[in-house]
């Protein structure tokens, strides 16, 4: 089957604040949903649960013929849960180090925006209007979720920042693009790419902090906890995006 097919309305929303703000909270809520279910019942069947309701999420996202406010946040909030499985499972099952699966995801990612870019010859989400260029987008999407579960664990675990000091590196680290882009003149391309594999650590780092218990360096919310009340925050920005459309472009 041609995965090549005709151009139709972009897949993707308008980035806008808001954007950012959900995406933080689904990096944040991937990262306590699967610490809780990983850590609390058998991780072979969690991981065999997430890769099917990853898979279910990309198949609503790939059979609709525009961007879907609840759609799109759905499939970003899988590959968010599957892809913290993916990289914890590499550490906690196979006990790969952090900076070995770092390195890992991180060339993984440099090769699906290699192959994106000879391919289609840009890397802008704003082309998002083919099958091929889908593909492509979700294949770094998932890539960038791994790496930044990857990093934020080994900033955060093997380096010894611990939970809230890591976050707080992670917010200096997301004010690069966005510094560079508003004052500097940074590519567009590259900050957001920047900025969002920077999400994923930022948003894991706080989640940790405020789940785990307070012998780790945590406030001891419990992952479930927080994994719950970050699903009903993020029901609630959706729910307004879907409403008001303020991220589709008119």
């Known amino acids: 089957m041609n995965i090549y097919t005709p151009k139709t309305q972009r897949k993707v929303p308008e980035i806008i604040a808001l954007f950012w703000v959900v995406k933080l909270l689904t990096t944040a809520m991937g990262e306590s949903t699967t610490d809780f279910f990983v850590y609390k019942y058998n991780p072979y069947v969690v991981v065999a649960i997430g890769a099917i309701g990853l898979a279910i ?48 995801f991180g060339v993984a990612l440099m090769a699906v925006f290699t192959l994106w870019y000879k391919t289609e010859g840009t890397l802008s989400i ?69 900025a969002y594999i920077i999400t994923r650590p930022l948003g894991a780092s706080f989640a940790d902090w405020m789940g785990k218990s307070r012998t780790v360096g945590g406030l001891g919310w419990g992952d479930g906890s927080v994994a719950i009340v970050l699903t009903l925050v993020i029901i609630a920005f959706v729910s307004y995006l879907s409403i008001t459309r303020r991220d589709i472009k008119s």
Request: charged letters at 10%.
């Open 126 to 194: 704003h082309t998002i209007s083919t099958r091929r260029r889908e593909l492509f987008y979700w294949a770094a999407v998932m890539a960038t979720f791994a790496l930044g579960t990857a990093s934020g664990d080994l900033t955060a675990i093997t380096v010894g920042l611990g939970f809230f000091s890591a976050g707080l590196l992670f917010i200096g680290l997301i004010a690069i693009p966005a510094i560079g882009y508003w004052l500097f003149g940074f590519n567009e391309i590259f900050s957001f790419w920047f």
């Open 57 to 104: 999420a990309l198949a609503i996202q790939f059979s609709v013929k525009r961007y879907i406010a609840w759609v799109y946040w759905l499939a970003v909030t899988m590959v968010a849960v599957f892809g913290t499985m993916a990289a914890d499972a590499l550490h906690i099952q196979l006990k790969v180090p952090y900076l070995i699966s770092t390195i890992f």
